[in-house]
């Protein structure tokens, strides 16, 4: 990146990189080891039926969550704020993605796969993955290049449906990074 690129601080000069804030970058958050990810598949999922994740977001860190949907045909798939649920689920494995460091920080922000959902709460995305049509479809997956900034203290629910007509595979996982 030229020097052109940066905002230069009133009276500082270019070389006091002291003074300026550069972006931190997913891979910068793995050595730092705030970097997690969960996930969950069926290998043969119902037409019509879901997965469904339950995250609960720490009480003193926010959570920076990539989700990454893949299914064998059609899914439609949709994130919630403050789900209800009589129960949480099955906790799933929150694994850092920093396997050099030791002792590995654990992740603050937990998972948990299909609870008994009460009521999905605020609808705050809703997406439609084509999986293809034809003798030759593939399925379709979906990465999200934005990542969600998930409030501490807060519940949500990612949720995927398989729309494919038949059973299908359905995989949803989630990436995420941990910070004040």
Not at 8 to 21: R, V, Y
Not at 118 to 126: E, S
Not at 161 to 180: D, P, T
């Amino acid at each position: 990146m030229s020097q052109s690129n940066f905002k230069k601080p009133e009276g500082k000069s270019l070389n006091d990189i002291a003074h300026f804030t550069a972006p931190i970058t997913p891979h910068q958050r793995i050595h730092e080891g705030s970097m997690f990810g969960a996930c969950t598949y069926a290998s043969a999922l119902a037409d019509n039926a879901s997965l469904s994740i339950i995250v609960r977001v720490g009480a003193n860190l926010e959570a920076h969550v990539i989700p990454a949907v893949a299914g064998g045909g059609d899914v439609e798939f949709e994130i919630f704020e403050e789900p209800t649920f009589a129960n949480a689920g099955t906790a799933l494995e929150e694994t850092n993605h920093n396997r050099e460091i030791s002792p590995r920080p654990v992740a603050t922000t937990t998972t948990f796969l299909n609870a008994s959902v009460t009521t999905p709460g605020t609808r705050i995305h809703h997406d439609l993955i084509p999986g293809g049509s034809g003798g030759i479809a593939q399925g379709g997956a979906l990465q999200r290049g934005a990542e969600w900034n998930l409030a501490k203290g807060g519940d949500y629910l990612f949720r995927a449906f398989n729309r494919g007509g038949a059973n299908k595979i359905l995989r949803v996982g989630l990436l995420w990074y941990e910070h004040e």
